[in-house]
Structures are given as structure tokens and as C-alpha cells.
């Protein structure tokens, strides 16, 4: 097969039958759709071919640049097309990046500009969130900037609805089970769209982060509010998954059925067995059920090396944070907006950590609170002695949120650590901002 141009190749994937032995299901047909096998390596080629392939002669034409907000994969697509067509493109995110994606974005010649943790822990007090920002570039230069917006473009469901859903029905006929990550939401949102039309029984599995929980491409509930395409009553059920989970999956991706994807895949794959091997008894019919490989595992190594060690020879952790399931923790240490001056005059050489970004910390921040961005905190939080184990340490996020989840962990480890109800807004609120 001879093609013109790479994105020629965009589209048209396998998919393959997970084995039963692998499943342990009897009356359910699981499926895998390769979207690794995309040009670029992932499913957001078509998210990304999709929204801008109408425009990009003109885009080209008028040397405008393309800007977006994404935490890797999208990025990555939209980079190489833009470049092999002479047009600049601009990353601007808040959201974090394995080393091996942001490394690729370089290569592509990339602008990247990181909003360091604007958008980990949702911070209402926070001007640079990376929406806003090209939304306003867009609006003060409208003739060299455009914006695909990921997270708001009609486009990104449509072109899944069309393409990937329509290869998948092709393919199966009829659909009953869908499993897919929930990032932006476009591609399982258009995919279930048209696997419902076909099939009225038809139920669309969910699958998030645990709160917490990093799982690169998948989001957490609390960070869903960035997508106005994410509608909560469409999915029969939403899992949140930690990134142990999440990693297992791909090992048994990668070592029983030799699918080298990365870690949300893993995470689609671990949540169809967790379901459906509930739902498989109840069955008196065969059924077919299909999940996202959303792409591959090469990008991800770095990310894998720093939560199983031991498959690298190292030594695991006693007690690594990826692993920590803060929701399982009811009762956390915590100290209300209007006890700080009397917590710290109480403990004396207490730290007070304020997670938030940079650009918020220097708005206003508690007195005597030291800044740590999140990307440097979890290393240190994670270490085996972040500070001894006699000094109380308050932690702050936005709202209390993220904050919460490290004050339960240091405080499983035997640490003195207390978070902030309500974060920074709680004492934004009783006017000690001022």
C-alpha cells in the first residue's frame, strides 16, 4: 500500500479478540480497537484530523498558528501535522506530561508553555488557566491564532461517531458493552452515540482516575468541569480507577495478549473485566463488548519506571503514593481558615505548603506558607523522609481538595501533617486575603 501523506493513515484500525483464557468469560466477546495504530501513535489522531483537516489550507495560507491545551497525545498530533504543513503550533497546558511526550513535542519543534498544576487542583483564584489564555489570544488576534479546542469543539464526537464507531459496527454488527477513558470525553461520547442508535440495549462503560491518581489521558470527577462535552447521565456506570490498577492492566495487556499500549488502556481493559465478568453469569445470550487501546506504551516509560521500579530491577517503595487510595481515609487532620494563626503559634517550627501555582501563591497566600509546585511536592512528599516525623506540617491547595489526599498520605506514614478545609478559598473567604 502506497499513501500520499501520513495522515492518509489516520483511521481504518483492527481490532483484535481478547482470548478467553485471558478473560475468563463464557458468554461475552471482548475486543480490543488498536487506536495505537493510528500514524501518530494514538486515538487523538482522529480527534485531532477531525477537527482541524477542513481548515488547515487556510490555517497554512494565512501562516496562523494552532494553539491547544493538552496533556500529551493531542498535542503530539496536532504538532506533527502542523509541522509537515509549514504551520507553527503552540502548546499551552497546565496539566502534567510524561517526560516521553513533552520530549517527542520538542523533537516536532514545538512552543510549549507549561501553567505549572493551574489545572491538577481547579483553582477559581487562578488567571492563567490554559482555556482562558488562548481564548484570548484567539479573540486579540483572530487572524493568526486559531484554537481546535479539544474540550469544546462538536467536532472531536462527530468524527468518532463517524469513523471509529462506524469501522466498529462494521466490524461486529451489533455492540452491548463500550469501555472508554474519560479525557476530553470526544471519543467515547461519539462512539456511543452511534453504538446506542444500533443497539438500544446498548450500555457505555466509564472510566476516570481515582482522585489522587495520575493515569495519563484520564481524568479525575473533580477536573471533568473543564469539558462541556462530558455528559455525566450517558454513561451506564463510571468507574475511578487508581494507577496501580491502571498499570496491572497493561501488564496483562502487554505479557498475555502482546498489546504494548499505555496505562489508560490498561485502565479501559481492567474496568470491561471488572464489569463484565459480573455481568457474564447473568447472560443467556452471547454479547460483544469493545475498549479503547488508546495508544502505546513506548511513550510511557518513565511513567511506569517511577511506579513499578521492581520490574526494573529496583526496589519498591514501602509505601509509594501512586498506590495510596485517600478515599479509603474518612478522618484526615484538618485545621479550619480561622486556626492558623493559633495552630502555628502552637507548633513551633510548624511548615505551612501551599501547592497552588506560582502566579496564585503571589496573589495571596497564608502568611508564613512556603510555595512548592505539585510536580515538585509529589517527589518530595514521596521521599522516604520528607521532614521529620516531630514537625506538624499544614498543606493548601485551591479548595482542599488534592491537599486532603497528601495530608492522608504523609499522615498513614506516621507524619504530623494537617490540611486546610476548604484551601485557600476558605481563607480568601474570611476576608484574610485583605
Known amino acids: 500500500m502506497i499513501v500520499e501523506k501520513m495522515t492518509d493513515l489516520i483511521g481504518n484500525t483492527p481490532m483484535i479478540r481478547i482470548p478467553d483464557h485471558v478473560t475468563g468469560l463464557k458468554n461475552i466477546s471482548l475486543y480490543a480497537k488498536l487506536e495505537m495504530l493510528n500514524p501518530f501513535g494514538s486515538v487523538k489522531d482522529r480527534t485531532v484530523w477531525g477537527m482541524i483537516k477542513d481548515d488547515l489550507d487556510n490555517i497554512a495560507t494565512n501562516g496562523m498558528t494552532i494553539y491547544e491545551n493538552s496533556s500529551g497525545n493531542t498535542a503530539k498530533s496536532l504538532a506533527a501535522i502542523a509541522s509537515s504543513h509549514g504551520v507553527k503550533f503552540k502548546l499551552v497546558s497546565a496539566l502534567k ?29 487562578d488567571p492563567n488557566d ?3 489564555l488562548i481564548d484570548k489570544t484567539v479573540r486579540d488576534n483572530p487572524s493568526k ?3 481546535p479546542s479539544q474540550f469544546t469543539n462538536e467536532k472531536n464526537p462527530a468524527y468518532h461517531e463517524e469513523t471509529t ?5 462494521d466490524d461486529l ?4 458493552y463500550f469501555f472508554g477513558g474519560l479525557g476530553t470525553t470526544g471519543s467515547s461520547l461519539g462512539i456511543a452515540t452511534r453504538l446506542k442508535s444500533n443497539n438500544p440495549e446498548f450500555k457505555a462503560i466509564a472510566v476516570t482516575a481515582q482522585s489522587g491518581h495520575f493515569i495519563p489521558g484520564i481524568r479525575n470527577m473533580e477536573q471533568m468541569i473543564e469539558s462541556s462535552m462530558f455528559k455525566k447521565d450517558y454513561y451506564h456506570k463510571i468507574y475511578r480507577l487508581s494507577e496501580e490498577e491502571g498499570l496491572q492492566g497493561m501488564l496483562t495487556l502487554a505479557r498475555d495478549c502482546a498489546i504494548l499500549s499505555g496505562p489508560s488502556s490498561g485502565a479501559n481493559f481492567a474496568v470491561a473485566l471488572r464489569h463484565l465478568r459480573e455481568e457474564d453469569a447473568k447472560l443467556s445470550v452471547p454479547c460483544n463488548a469493545v475498549f479503547i487501546v488508546c495508544d502505546r506504551m513506548e511513550w510511557y516509560i518513565s511513567y511506569i519506571q517511577e511506579r513499578m521500579p521492581e520490574l526494573f530491577g529496583h526496589k519498591e517503595l514501602e509505601s509509594p503514593l501512586h498506590s495510596f487510595d485517600s478515599t479509603a481515609i474518612h478522618i484526615v487532620p484538618a485545621i479550619s481558615a480561622n486556626e492558623i494563626e493559633n495552630w502555628r503559634s502552637q507548633n513551633s517550627g510548624a511548615l505551612i505548603v501551599d501547592m497552588r501555582a506560582p502566579q496564585s501563591f503571589d496573589l495571596f497566600h497564608v502568611p508564613y506558607s512556603m510555595n512548592m509546585s505539585e510536580n515538585i511536592f509529589e517527589k518530595w512528599v514521596s521521599s522516604e523522609n520528607p521532614v521529620s516525623k516531630e514537625t506538624p506540617v499544614l498543606l493548601i491547595c485551591a479548595i482542599g481538595e488534592r491537599s486532603r489526599h497528601y495530608a492522608a498520605y504523609l499522615s498513614q506514614r506516621g507524619f504530623k501533617a494537617f490540611n486546610l478545609e476548604g484551601g485557600i478559598m476558605s481563607w480568601v473567604d474570611l476576608g484574610l486575603a485583605a
Open 97 to 125: 506530561k510524561v517526560r516521553e511526550q513533552k520530549e517527542i513535542l520538542q523533537i516536532l519543534g514545538a512552543d510549549i508553555e507549561e501553567i505549572v498544576n493551574a489545572s491538577n487542583c481547579f483553582d477559581p483564584s
Open 130 to 132: 490554559p482555556q482562558y
Open 145 to 147: 491564532a486559531y484554537f
Open 165 to 169: 464507531a462506524k469501522e466498529i459496527l
Open 173 to 176: 454488527g451489533k455492540v452491548d
